[in-house]
């Protein structure tokens, strides 16, 4: 099984940047598609920006313009760049990877998550 470990969250003013990393186990990216969610209290998870394994990228309307999925040269780093904070922001942010982009919940690879908490 991919293992896959974040880090990077943290407390934050609004209007803030943080950067989150994602470390997996095995090389993943060229093969899997990796995506960040977001969970706050008493919401539902959703998926906050994906990158396909051909480099396409989608964001959450929400973060739109201010968030940046990517994959770091090593191929083994997937990173978000967060800038302009909001506290809406505010969730525990979990990495994921997957065969595809669609069925994340039917055999998919998620780490622990890292909170993210802007004020």
């Known amino acids: 099984d991919v293992q896959l470990v974040e880090s990077g969250g943290g407390s934050v003013q609004a209007g803030g940047s943080l950067r989150l990393s994602c470390v997996a186990s095995?090389?993943?990216?060229?093969?899997?598609?990796m995506a960040w969610f977001r969970q706050a209290p008493g919401k539902v998870r959703e998926r906050v920006a994906v990158?396909?394994?051909?480099?396409?990228?989608d964001y959450a309307d929400s973060v739109k313009g201010r968030f940046t999925i990517s994959k770091d040269n090593d191929k083994t780093t997937l990173s978000l760049r967060m800038n302009n904070l909001k506290p809406e922001d505010t969730a525990k942010y979990t990495c994921?990877?997957?065969?595809?982009?669609?069925?994340?919940?039917?055999?998919?690879?998620w780490g622990q998550g890292t909170q993210v908490t802007v004020s």
């Open positions: 095995e090389y993943t990216y060229n093969t899997y598609c």
């Open positions: 990158i396909a394994s051909d480099g396409s990228t």
């Open positions: 994921a990877a997957n065969k595809d982009c669609v069925t994340w919940y039917q055999g998919g690879y």
